[in-house]
């Protein structure tokens, strides 16, 4: 089956938690569009993934913050992570002004 559509429509105008939609998954990759609105990770939380992700801000911005580092890196439209499987990191911010949408790679 052919699937398709637009990462920018159906994107909520308020959101109690951040807006994770697998878009595609097979065995070894699954593909998310995350749309934030203001939110952040938890206090003390933070990701700790079994599989890689790649990671790009299509639209908003957001600070992420990787275990170790002292400041959060900025991320903006057009700005990609590569993070390694089991690098502790956390979302410090997103854009309070407009959805920060995400499109997200998980591979093994």
């Keep these: ?3 398709g559509g637009n990462l920018f429509d159906e994107i909520p105008t308020s959101l109690p938690g951040e807006q994770f939609t697998t878009l595609l998954e097979t065995p070894n990759i699954r593909i998310e569009r995350i749309v934030s609105r203001g ?3 938890p206090p003390d939380f933070w990701y700790d993934q079994d599989e890689a992700e790649w990671v790009v801000v299509l639209q908003g911005s957001a600070g992420i913050l990787f ?3 002292k400041s959060p890196r900025t991320l903006k ?4 992570v590569a993070i390694p499987a089991h690098t502790r990191h956390r979302i410090a911010w997103t854009d309070a002004q407009e959805p920060t949408v995400w499109l997200a790679v998980h591979h093994r």
Aim: proline residues 0%.
């Design 67 to 69: 275990d170790g580092e």
């Design 77 to 80: 439209r057009g700005d990609h």
């Design 39 to 41: 939110h952040a990770s």
């Design 1 to 3: 089956m052919i699937g």
